[in-house]
């Protein structure tokens, strides 16, 4: 994981990482107030992310060799308990049990992609 300042202030070269990352152009002042208004925890990860995607963002867990069947489980689950497909929106109620699931059952902290891309809208 990359090493941040964990003081709870957040530094130009974060704000102007986010930033160019998630396409805020020149709405700096945004992309500051959208991360300090995170969750350190939530925070660490966006920036972590940052740093190894591009565009839109996944929590960088998910990439662990380590958690992956942990992630198809919780996936199978959440689909079975809220249904794979739905209406308009549904896809935030299958985050949110996915989320629940990977907590619960694993111990694991994951952040939605509606978490880690605070400017885009999912439906």
Same mark, same amino acid.
């Given at each position: 994981? &990359?090493?941040?300042?964990?003081?709870?202030?957040?530094?130009?070269?974060?704000? #102007?990482?986010?930033? @160019?990352?998630?396409?805020? @152009?020149?709405?700096?002042? $945004?992309?500051?107030?959208?991360?300090?208004? *995170?969750?350190?925890?939530?925070?660490?990860?966006? /920036? $972590?992310?940052?740093?190894? +995607?591009? +565009?839109? /963002?996944?929590?960088?867990? +998910?990439?662990?060799? #380590?958690?992956?069947? #942990?992630?198809?489980?919780?996936? @199978?689950?959440?689909?079975?308990? &809220?249904?794979?497909?739905?209406?308009?929106?549904?896809?935030?109620?299958? $985050?949110?049990?996915?989320?629940?699931?990977?907590? #619960?059952?694993?111990?694991? &902290?994951?952040?939605?992609?509606?978490?880690?891309?605070? *400017? &885009?809208?999912?439906?």
């Amino acid at each position: 994981m &990359v090493a941040w300042d964990r003081s709870g202030d957040v530094t130009s070269e974060q704000v #102007a990482l986010f930033a @160019k990352v998630l396409g805020y @152009k020149h709405e700096v002042a $945004w992309a500051r107030r959208d991360l300090e208004a *995170m969750a350190p925890e939530l925070r660490e990860r966006v /920036l $972590w992310a940052c740093r190894t +995607q591009t +565009q839109m /963002l996944h929590d960088p867990i +998910q990439d662990d060799p #380590a958690l992956r069947a #942990a992630f198809r489980q919780a996936i @199978k689950l959440a689909e079975t308990e &809220v249904g794979a497909n739905g209406p308009l929106g549904h896809v935030h109620a299958l $985050w949110t049990a996915q989320q629940r699931i990977l907590r #619960a059952r694993f111990g694991i &902290v994951w952040f939605t992609p509606a978490e880690m891309n605070p *400017m &885009v809208c999912f439906d």
